[in-house]
Structure formats: structure tokens, C-alpha cells
């Protein structure tokens, strides 16, 4: 009896079993054709510019929702406050914000679409003012359920810069929106003899965790127009007290009937509404053949109603469709004209030309159009002679997207650096990663001295200089004024006495003390440019002092104590802190394994070879770091070797260089060129954090790299035979690859307007001042000298 007993239950329990693996597998699948499913497929009239079209904005929004790029396909314009996009739902459980920035390329549902958002980053920010087209029937069937959403298809979907599209509800309704800086365009397309409803949620937020308080909105007398205002609190702005809104929404024609709905409550026809979970039902009469789609302009500000009327007056009006996406269009036009490609696969260019696109979509325009904005210290300022912008991904992008900035867009970076040393005077000191109307205190260090001794040093000072260095200097030797907000660095009494940060009292030792060195070598640049030799070689002698951390033995950067002993624990330099979840072996990094931080130096590149016992010996570990690199981009788990999703280490493929191999820096970044980017919903290997890793692409690509915080460039190979680089005042730089081919990765001589260049390095004037850099290929590698020079 027990035996037969036994057998009943394993055959249950493998019929269990089985079960559950054909369900696991089946969601498996079926996420998997949602993801796999091609957009792009649905035919409008709308049509991109012709470098427009070689953007791919629905890259980087799929993948392992932990590894997601967090892009975002939304109709914008460049640094758009404005990024109008679909915001979804996991195909089974309704979970929103597996993208943060809303939307998820392997999700089947839309909840509608609203106007703001983060891009590349994981903070659910935004999420104002969702609007759900539907059917009169559709509608009502959605508010009694208490689940406003509809399925999708990625087949039904087409978008390209500053246009979105998609089809709903088996084509009953055609969405089309577009952007200007302050301003979204909605279009609803319905059949002939539809009743149209618009789903209007003035509680919307993006993610699982944002949240909306004191919305309320009212309708004007002839029920065009619809006014109000909210506060939102998302990821960021929630550690500031939330972010007012102010929105005016302009209707091509009145509806016939406003229902407020409360979650699944009619409260009745009201033309007005305030309070929680508050969503407007309008209803407008049957379509005729005759009817046109119904349009909706809103206009937002972060100042008051009157300005987002004011934006939306002078940025849309009475304006159709079509004028507003040429504007949207040629915006972009402008941007990514500003580096023109010849040659290279199709594929090469429409990743290239993305990860152009994605560098530009932030930091935000915050100012109105009559230059108010909220600032740091609570009031309303004005923005005299200069665009005001938030959102600076600060610690991510100074790596990469600031300098490119400079290079490609000067104009642009002048508003930029005006606006984070308005915040330095509103709220006491420079901001790490500033958002909204605050500061968020993400991450660490203070990546501000980077971006403005960087931009000073490349001769972009058309700011006070002088002001934001004193303001640099006492956040680095005073810290932060008290009682401000502002994030300074942590352990800085023990950083400046001892040389490093002491790992018997702060988390993160090792990292704060590489990423405060850096910082101090910046600052080092900015002081001697204006002439404080002092403070120069104080912050140069502060920078250098981080090698105390280099351990000659284990040959690793490792925690000190507060007495100057190295700390001992249980040593894994693969192990990641994402993994460690007992902080036992990590407790010293952050975002990585202490071999990824073993390579973080690189302001001093030559100093960290020299840590090594031979540039030889440099040059085998790193190449064993990198050949450790998992197989593809987004992979379910990114490793403790070299994983290009992160910016802290996403340099190291550069570094040959100073070890005398520049033919492994050439292998080396093709090889991530190739392999950590692609033209699909994945799209990169990891967050993208406004636009970081995708402008790594479009540095490593033209055969140049910047090394952050200085005015030195580092030289590689192009990925195309020829390159236009618009610099200041409309000049031009061209980059040339002679002997270009898919196997010519490997560079025998750079000439530089016909001069022979005789190092691996180039200052930024030296590169701006030239007509033509050139660079000779080959298929068979050309080691250089020790010294960084290249082979005869």
C-alpha cells in the first residue's frame, strides 16, 4: 500500500512537474514572439529626414528588464522636455516599468500615452498626463473592469525622430504623435461611424511606485480646452518633495460629454475634476467619412498654467500635423547631420546614427519660453541669455556625452554649463545627478568637476570661470554648505588627510577614493588654467595619492583602514556586488568586481601602467580581462571580467595604448563595436544612462576617444571610410580611413593634415584646429613602441 502510495505520488509530482515546465515554457515563448515581433511595419503617410531614417528608436527598450538599455521609442525633439511614447504592460502580469522610461519592447499592452519621461536611465520618472484613445464600446468596457489598457503589436507600430505611430483595437484607431520642446501633438484616427472616447489620467506616473498628488484640471466654457495642474513624484522627485506640473491641453473639437471616473466609479458628467486615481472620459460624436482625427496640443511647464499656455502658443498653436513634424524632423536633421558616414554595412550606420540620436534626447529644456524656471532653492528664476536644462545623468555622462558635446555641440553645451552653475548658486554647490527642480543625490563622488574643467579646458567659457571653480573647490576640500542638499563626497575628512577613503568606515572605499581622485585631477586642469598654481598642485598631488590603495602583492586596488592596513577579507575579484548580497567580498566597490575597478584610473592612464610590473605584464591582464567578456550584449548576467554596460570601466578596451599595444586597443573596440551593439530591441549592453554607452559608440567609431575631465584625446581606428565632423562656427573635420575593409582594423600611420602624428594622443585644440586626420589600415596588426608612439 505505501509503495503503491509512492507511486501515485512521484507520477503526480512529475505530471506536476511537467506542468509547470510546458507553462514556464509556454511564457517563455510567448514573450519571446512578442519581443522577436518586427516594428516598423505599419504604413502612415509620415515619412522621416534622411538621416532620420537611419534611426532605430525602438533599440534599446527590450532585452532582461534588469540589463534593459531603458530607452524609449517617444516623439521628441532634441533635449525635448517634452518625450511623448506609449507606456506598457508585461504581457501577464500587468507590471508596468520593466523599462523605466515606460516603455517595454516585450510587452503586449498600452495604458496610453504620456508626455514625460527619463531616458536610458533606471529611475521611473514622469509618466504626466496619459491619454488612452478608444472606442465609445471599448472604452466603457475598460472603465467598468478597472483596467484602462489595450494590446498591441510591435507590427502595428512605426516610429522614427520626432514620430511615433501605432495601431489599436484591431485597427479601429490609428495613434500618430510628434513633439516640440515643450509641446506634444496626439492624432486619433477613427472609422466612420465610431463613437471616439479619449481616456484622460491626470494621476498618471510612470512605474510601480510613482504617484501623483493635488491634481486638479477644469475645462474652459467652450470645452476646448482643458487646464490644470499636479504634482508628480517619481524616483527622483520624490526625494525632493515632488515636481509641480502645469499643463493647458487644446482640443480640435469640443466633446459632446466629460464622465469623471474615479478607479472603476462614475461619479457622473463633470467638467472638471481634482483628487486621487481622477481620470476624464470624453466622448465625442460619431465619425463621418467626413470628420478628421481628432487632435490634442498640450503644452506643460514647470512654472504655471499661463506658461505651459504660452509655451504651447508659441510652439504649436493653431499649426497642422504635418508643419509641426517637419519642425520635429528637421531638428533632428540638424543634430545628426553633424556627423556624416560614408561606407560601412547598413547595420553600422543605423547604430551609429541611433546611438547619435540617443545622445541627444537629454539632459531637458526646463525653461519656458520666456525663460522661467524653477530652481534649486524653491523660487522662480528667468534664464537670461541662455536655454536653462535639468536631468544631467551627471555621473554617466560626463564619461562620454558632455565631451561630445563640446566637440559637436558647443552652442548647446554653453546653456548646459550656465544651467548646473545656476544650480551650484540656487542650491549651495554643483549637482551629481540633477533632476527636475532638484538634486537626487544618485550615485557618488562630484562628477562636476569633470564636466566644467573639461569644458574650460576645451575653451568653452562662456560662463563665469572663476565662480563655478570656487564652487568646485569648497564642495572638494570644505564639502557641502550645512543643511544643503548637496551630495558632496563621502569621507572627505579622511580622503584629503590619509589619501584614500578608509574601508573600516565607509562602504564603497575603493571606488570613492578612484572616483575622487579623478575628480581632483580635473580640478587640478581647471586651477592651473586660471591660474591658482597652488590649488593645482594640491589637487594634483590628492589625485595621485589613490595608487596608496594599489596592493603590489594581489596587484588590485584594495580597501585600506583608517590606521593605513589593508583590510582583510575574503578576496574574489570576479565578484560582483550585485551577487555579494552579504557585501562579505564587494564591500569596498560599487556597480562592479574589484577586477573591473582594477583598470579605473583613467585620468592617469600612464600611472596605472607603471603600477604594473611591466607594460608587457599590463597588457596580458587586460587582454585576459577582456576575453573574458560574456558572449553577447545583454546577456542574463553581465560577469566580474569586462562588461561594457558600465561606465566606471567601459574605457578599458582604450588602455592598450599606454602599454605600447595600440593594436589590441584597434582589436579590441571593434570587437565591442561588434558585438555590444545592435539593431534590435536589445540594443546595447546594459542601462544606456542618457545616452552614456551609446556615445561611447560614436566616439569609438570615429577613431577617437575622450579622456573625461581633460582637454586629451585618445587614437584609435574609424569604423568608416569617411567621417564629417561639424565643429564650431560650422567648420569641418574629416576623418578618412584609407585601405577601409571589414577586416582592416589595425591602423600603420595617422596623418594629421598630411603630418605624420607621433603619438597615440591628441589635445583638443591640436584635434579642432585640423582639416583632415587621417588614418592608413591594414589588415595585420603594427605594434607601437612602449612609449605609446606608433611604428615607423
Keep these: 500500500m505505501l509503495r503503491k502510495l509512492l507511486k501515485v505520488t512521484l507520477v503526480i509530482a512529475l505530471l506536476g512537474g511537467l506542468a509547470l515546465c510546458l507553462f514556464i515554457t509556454g511564457i517563455i515563448l510567448y514573450v519571446k514572439s512578442i519581443s522577436q515581433a518586427r516594428p516598423n511595419q505599419l504604413v502612415t503617410e509620415a515619412m522621416p529626414g534622411l538621416y532620420g531614417g537611419e534611426v532605430n528608436v525602438f533599440s534599446g527598450t527590450g532585452g532582461y528588464f534588469y540589463m534593459c538599455g531603458h530607452n524609449t521609442p517617444a516623439a521628441c525633439v532634441p533635449f525635448g522636455m517634452v518625450r511623448l511614447a506609449p507606456d506598457t504592460l508585461s504581457a501577464l502580469l500587468n507590471i508596468p516599468g520593466l523599462n523605466r522610461s515606460g516603455y517595454y519592447y516585450n510587452d503586449n499592452k498600452i495604458t496610453g500615452f504620456s508626455h514625460t519621461r527619463l531616458v536610458g536611465a533606471d529611475a521611473a520618472e514622469g509618466g504626466v498626463l496619459r491619454i488612452l484613445p478608444a472606442p465609445a464600446d471599448a472604452a466603457a468596457s475598460m472603465l467598468r473592469r478597472g483596467r484602462r489598457w489595450v494590446r498591441f503589436s510591435h507590427r502595428d507600430e512605426r516610429g522614427f525622430p520626432g514620430y511615433y505611430a501605432v495601431r489599436l483595437y484591431r485597427g479601429r484607431v490609428l495613434a500618430e504623435m510628434t513633439a516640440s520642446p515643450r509641446c506634444g501633438l496626439h492624432r486619433y484616427a477613427f472609422p466612420s461611424g465610431e463613437i471616439p472616447c479619449l481616456l484622460v489620467d491626470l494621476t498618471s506616473a510612470l512605474g510601480d511606485k510613482g504617484r501623483v498628488e493635488n491634481a486638479a484640471a477644469q475645462f474652459s466654457s467652450d470645452h476646448l480646452e482643458l487646464s490644470g495642474s499636479l504634482t508628480t513624484f517619481g524616483s527622483f522627485s520624490g526625494r525632493y518633495g515632488g515636481l509641480p506640473m502645469h499643463f493647458v491641453a487644446s482640443f480640435s473639437e469640443p466633446p459632446e460629454r466629460c464622465e469623471l471616473w474615479r478607479g472603476r466609479e462614475n461619479l457622473g458628467t463633470a467638467w472638471q475634476a481634482a483628487g486621487e486615481q481622477a481620470c476624464l472620459a470624453l466622448y465625442f460624436p460619431a465619425r463621418s467619412d467626413q470628420d478628421r482625427p481628432i487632435e490634442v496640443r498640450v503644452g506643460l511647464s514647470a512654472v504655471s498654467v499661463a506658461g505651459a499656455r504660452a509655451n504651447l502658443d508659441a510652439e504649436m498653436a493653431d499649426r497642422p500635423f504635418s508643419e509641426v513634424l517637419d519642425?520635429?524632423?528637421?531638428?533632428?536633421?540638424?543634430?545628426?547631420?553633424?556627423?556624416?558616414?560614408?561606407?560601412?554595412?547598413p547595420t553600422q550606420r543605423r547604430i551609429f546614427y541611433t546611438a547619435l540620436y540617443r545622445a541627444f534626447q537629454m539632459p531637458t529644456v526646463f525653461s519656458d519660453v520666456d525663460?522661467?524656471?524653477?530652481?534649486?532653492?524653491?523660487?522662480?528664476?528667468?534664464?537670461?541669455?541662455?536655454?536653462?536644462?535639468?536631468?544631467?545623468?551627471?555621473?554617466?555622462?560626463?564619461?562620454?556625452?558632455?565631451?561630445?558635446?563640446?566637440?559637436?555641440?558647443?552652442?548647446?553645451?554653453?546653456?548646459?554649463?550656465?544651467?548646473?552653475?545656476?544650480?551650484?548658486?540656487?542650491?549651495?554647490?554643483?549637482?551629481?545627478?540633477?533632476?527636475?527642480?532638484?538634486?537626487?543625490?544618485?550615485?557618488?563622488?562630484?562628477?562636476?568637476?569633470?564636466?566644467?574643467?573639461?569644458?574650460?579646458?576645451?575653451?568653452?567659457?562662456?560662463?563665469?570661470?572663476?565662480?563655478?571653480?570656487?564652487?568646485?573647490?569648497?564642495?572638494?576640500?570644505?564639502?557641502?554648505?550645512?543643511?544643503?542638499?548637496?551630495?558632496?563626497?563621502?569621507?572627505?575628512?579622511?580622503?584629503?588627510?590619509?589619501?584614500?577613503?578608509?574601508?573600516?568606515?565607509?562602504?564603497?572605499?575603493?571606488?570613492?577614493?578612484l572616483e575622487y581622485a579623478w575628480g581632483d585631477h580635473a580640478l587640478a586642469g581647471l586651477a592651473e588654467a586660471l591660474g591658482h598654481r597652488e590649488d593645482a598642485a594640491m589637487f594634483r598631488n590628492r589625485a595621485e595619492r589613490c595608487r596608496s590603495l594599489w596592493d603590489p602583492g594581489k596587484r588590485f586596488f584594495l580597501p585600506r583602514d583608517s590606521a593605513g592596513k589593508f583590510i582583510d577579507f575574503p578576496f574574489d575579484p570576479l565578484k560582483l556586488t550585485y551577487t555579494d548580497f552579504k557585501g562579505e567580498m564587494t564591500r569596498a566597490y560599487v556597480e562592479g568586481s574589484a577586477m573591473q575597478w582594477r583598470w579605473a584610473v583613467p585620468f592617469d592612464p600612464e600611472g596605472l601602467v607603471a603600477l604594473f610590473s611591466s607594460p608587457e605584464a599590463f597588457a596580458r591582464e587586460l587582454e585576459a580581462y577582456l576575453a573574458g567578456m560574456r558572449p553577447e550584449k545583454g546577456w542574463w548576467h553581465p560577469g566580474g571580467n569586462y562588461w561594457h554596460g558600465n561606465e566606471p570601466y567601459f574605457h578599458a578596451p582604450w588602455l592598450f595604448i599606454f602599454a605600447g599595444r595600440p593594436d589590441r586597443t584597434q582589436y579590441w573596440v571593434r570587437h565591442c563595436l561588434n558585438t555590444r551593439y545592435g539593431d534590435d530591441p536589445v540594443g546595447l549592453d546594459g542601462n544606456d544612462d542618457g545616452g552614456t554607452l551609446s556615445a561611447w559608440?560614436?566616439?569609438?567609431?570615429?577613431?577617437?576617444?575622450?579622456?573625461?575631465?581633460?582637454?586629451?584625446?585618445?587614437?584609435?581606428?574609424?569604423?568608416?571610410?569617411?567621417?564629417?565632423?561639424?565643429?564650431?562656427?560650422?567648420?569641418?573635420?574629416?576623418?578618412?580611413?584609407?585601405?577601409?575593409?571589414?577586416?582592416?582594423?589595425?591602423?600603420?600611420?595617422?596623418?594629421?593634415?598630411?603630418?605624420?602624428?607621433?603619438?597615440?594622443?591628441?589635445d583638443h585644440r591640436t584635434l579642432t584646429g585640423l582639416k583632415t586626420l587621417r588614418f592608413v589600415l591594414s589588415d595585420t596588426p603594427g605594434a607601437g613602441s612602449p612609449n605609446g608612439e606608433p611604428k615607423p
Aim: with cysteine; aromatic share 12%; net charge neutral.
Design 327 to 345: 519642425r520635429a524632423k528637421e531638428s533632428w536633421e540638424q543634430v545628426l547631420s553633424r556627423i556624416q558616414v560614408e561606407g560601412g554595412t
Design 371 to 513: 525663460g522661467q524656471y524653477p530652481g534649486f532653492d524653491g523660487n522662480i528664476h528667468r534664464a537670461d541669455g541662455f536655454v536653462y536644462h535639468t536631468d544631467f545623468s551627471l555621473w554617466d555622462t560626463f564619461r562620454t556625452v558632455m565631451p561630445l558635446y563640446y566637440l559637436i555641440a558647443p552652442e548647446e553645451s554653453r546653456d548646459m554649463l550656465r544651467s548646473l552653475l545656476a544650480m551650484a548658486e540656487q542650491g549651495g554647490g554643483f549637482p551629481r545627478w540633477p533632476s527636475g527642480r532638484g538634486y537626487t543625490g544618485c550615485m557618488f563622488g562630484t562628477p562636476a568637476d569633470m564636466a566644467v574643467s573639461e569644458a574650460w579646458l576645451k575653451g568653452l567659457r562662456d560662463f563665469d570661470g572663476e565662480r563655478a571653480y570656487a564652487l568646485l573647490r569648497r564642495v572638494a576640500t570644505d564639502g557641502p554648505p550645512p543643511g544643503s542638499r548637496v551630495p558632496g563626497r563621502d569621507g572627505l575628512a579622511e580622503y584629503a588627510s590619509l589619501g584614500w577613503v578608509p574601508g573600516d568606515r565607509y562602504k564603497g572605499s575603493v571606488a570613492k577614493t
Design 697 to 762: 559608440y560614436v566616439w569609438s567609431a570615429l577613431g577617437i576617444y575622450p579622456q573625461a575631465g581633460s582637454d586629451r584625446y585618445w587614437l584609435g581606428a574609424p569604423l568608416f571610410n569617411r567621417i564629417s565632423v561639424r565643429l564650431e562656427k560650422d567648420r569641418r573635420l574629416e576623418l578618412i580611413a584609407e585601405n577601409h575593409s571589414s577586416q582592416a582594423v589595425y591602423v600603420r600611420e595617422i596623418l594629421a593634415d598630411g603630418a605624420p602624428v607621433q603619438r597615440w594622443t591628441m
